[in-house]
């Protein structure tokens, strides 16, 4: 099996091996067909499944235009604007929306023998990411509801012909693909204290060839089409994202942000080291200069794993895998790193993470060298 990412062509249009070509413009990217596809989507405009398409496209809506268009006739009527815009039949057309920029979409193929899948993602996750069952933010009303920014869009070329039910199973497969790279990047939700499974206006459509030789029924997990779906959308989701937000692994190899899930801050771990005594010295050029340190100890590999792993007991508790009465003992074990003096850590086992994690950033933060003892009023600002 073969897998890569293909870069997309400022002023070309590339074609794909199976006759799709993909244009880009500074709003849009376009997928058009050369011969007869299906077309499975999401879409206001043409969306379900669709045989008569003869082209799809995604479009980074202004944001002046996300209100606008609820107001002049609704999501559909400015898709349909869109199209026509980019010299598309609005009624042979499929159009996705969203706020990333077209620049940083993501194109994966995967091949295997003569079977191959690509997967066109454009990601945003910073401005409305969710977890399945979060708090709702609205209501539908008589068609009414308020436009939230950022969303994942997926376009899945598939070099096979599939029947209506496989094509609806590869947007499972596709859907659960997403969620595995949020997954892998712990990427976190805006609504909760849980890890993202998406955002709240994520898109898809799957494009298939009716007159491929490969007559395909089953896109799962276990069979090749559903592996080749899962890697491509799986590479593509984490590219893109890296792309239009910066989030990818080295992003989340920081405590700051490991924290910023459960809505701790590294003021919160000042307040905590400045009422616990291990910084003695609390005018503000001190402060200043100890969230500096606080930002380079917060990327040792070391404090990460640790901040990581007593995170995760957070999490199993909340899921019901861990009994609550062990939570605090065991964030202490891991997070104690061989001190003998344990601080009280509070009845929360937020709490009890702050205090930690506090203690350990303070016990490496240097004492300032250039400034007078009586300052500090100690030799050094660290705890004994």
């Not at 996705?96 to 066109?120: C, F, G, K, P, Q």
């Not at 068609?143 to 950022?150: A, L, Y």
């Not at 199993?316 to 061989?338: F, N, S």
Request: glycine letters at 8%.
């Amino acid at each position: 099996m073969a897998c890569e990412e293909i870069l997309l062509p400022e002023k070309t249009r590339l074609r794909f091996s199976s006759g799709e070509t993909i244009g880009r413009t500074e709003s849009a990217f376009v997928i058009r067909f050369s011969n007869k596809r299906n077309v499975l989507s999401t879409s206001w405009l043409n969306g379900g499944f669709r045989e008569n398409l003869t082209a799809v496209f995604n479009h980074q809506m202004p944001l002046a235009a996300c209100d606008a268009c609820h107001a002049n006739g609704g999501v559909k009527t400015y898709l349909e604007d869109v199209a026509a815009s980019l010299s598309l039949d609005p009624a042979a057309t499929s159009g996705l929306i969203t706020r990333a920029e077209m620049r940083n979409a993501a194109i994966v193929s995967a091949t295997h023998l003569d079977l191959y899948v690509t997967a066109v993602v454009t990601a945003g996750i910073d401005k409305n990411g969710g977890r399945a069952g979060d708090p709702s933010s609205y209501h539908e009303t008589d068609g009414r509801f308020e436009p939230v920014g950022g969303t994942i869009n997926t376009i899945l070329i598939i070099g096979a012909d599939l029947p209506e039910y496989a094509m609806t199973r590869a947007v499972m497969t596709a859907t659960e693909a997403k969620a595995a790279a949020l997954q892998q990047l712990m990427a976190r939700s805006i609504y909760s204290s849980g890890i993202a499974t998406g955002s709240g206006t994520d898109m898809i459509a799957i494009v298939t060839n009716p007159g491929s030789p490969h007559h395909l029924s089953d896109t799962g997990k276990h069979s090749k089409l559903g592996e080749l779906i899962g890697i491509t959308v799986i590479r593509a989701t984490i590219a893109a994202l890296e792309k239009e937000t910066g989030l990818s692994p080295a992003s989340q190899r920081d405590v700051l942000v490991r924290l910023s899930r459960f809505g701790i801050t590294e003021e919160d771990l000042w307040k905590d080291a400045v009422q616990r005594g291990y910084v003695k010295n609390t005018r503000p050029e001190e402060r200043e200069r100890f969230m500096q340190y606080l930002k380079s100890w917060a990327r040792e590999p070391g404090a990460v794993a640790q901040a990581a792993a007593a995170l995760h007991v957070l999490d199993e508790v909340g899921w019901g895998l861990l009994p609550q009465a062990v939570t605090q003992d065991t964030i202490i074990r891991i997070l104690v790193d061989g001190e003998k003096d344990i601080p009280a850590a509070g009845d929360r086992p937020l709490d009890c993470v702050i205090a930690m994690l506090a203690r350990q950033a303070a016990r490496g933060f240097p004492a300032p060298r250039n400034l007078h003892r009586s300052l500090l009023g100690t030799e050094s600002a660290g705890p004994k």
